[in-house]
């Protein structure tokens, strides 16, 4: 088999990626918690541990020939660099519009929205015809609204856990997010049997074929 290398998303997906690695043999064969590039039990694929919003560049680019990775990461990348074949049914959820509990929208300004999606809030808030104001932040989402930072924010929810700890109301649902599969559009030619066995195994464990 042809050398593949394929990039990981750090953090819950890697978590849940990792018994389906395990069911086709690409479990990992080194530390992941300290490395960044490990060997897996399959000695022609070694995998690459990076932060999920560096997958999709990653493999655009060829540093990987396949990637996992969030659909939200990828419509906020744009994502068409890429072939986007399976769709891995993991680390489902979805991604929201939220408010504070009883919060009535300001009169005086645009709506602001604190959000790590910029792009995906864009549209969405372009397509309803609303003028919006978008601050980008990196982590704690759900703290901008409770501050005055934001009056809406756009981010993942799963349980609804979160949100309700802090006091806040899911009030539009923007689209479902599940890991997908991508691949290099370059090494999908170079690379066929090699990724077509790979693919058909990431098939066969359970993931579903995109139209
Ligand atoms: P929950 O409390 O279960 O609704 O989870 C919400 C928190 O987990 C938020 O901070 C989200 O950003 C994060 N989260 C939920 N699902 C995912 C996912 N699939 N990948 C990454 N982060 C997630």
């Not at 694929?45 to 990653?58: A, E, G, K, N």
């Not at 790590?116 to 703290?143: D, T």
């Not at 109301?169 to 066995?197: T, W, Y």
């Given at each position: ?11 819950r997906?890697?978590?849940e ?74 680390a489902k959820c979805r991604l929201s ?58 981010d993942l929810v799963a349980t609804g856990n979160t949100l ?13 997010v ?34």
């Amino acid at each position: 088999m042809t050398g593949l290398t394929l990039a990981l998303s750090k953090g819950r997906i890697l978590e849940e990626s990792l018994p389906l690695l395990e069911r086709i043999g690409l479990a990992p064969a080194g530390d992941i918690d300290r490395l960044l590039r490990v060997p897996s039990q399959n000695p022609d694929v070694s995998l690459l541990i990076i932060r999920p919003t560096d997958v999709p560049p990653y493999v655009e680019y060829g540093a990987a020939d396949i990637g996992i990775v969030g659909k939200d990461i990828l419509m906020e990348h744009g994502g068409t660099g890429l072939y986007e074949p399976l769709d891995i049914d993991i680390a489902k959820c979805r991604l929201s519009v939220a408010v504070v509990k009883g919060h009535t929208p300001p009169r005086n300004r645009r709506l602001r929205i604190a959000t790590k999606y910029p792009e995906i809030a864009r549209r969405h808030y372009a397509a309803k015809g609303q003028q919006v104001e978008i601050i980008k932040l990196y982590g704690s989402m759900e703290l901008a609204p409770l501050v005055g930072l934001a009056d809406q924010i756009v981010d993942l929810v799963a349980t609804g856990n979160t949100l309700r700890a802090n006091g806040l109301v899911e009030i539009e649902k923007i689209c479902d997010v599940s890991s997908r599969l991508v691949v290099n559009k370059a090494s999908m030619k170079m690379k066929h049997a090699a990724l077509r066995q790979l693919l058909d195994a990431f098939a066969s464990a359970g993931a579903t074929l995109n139209a």
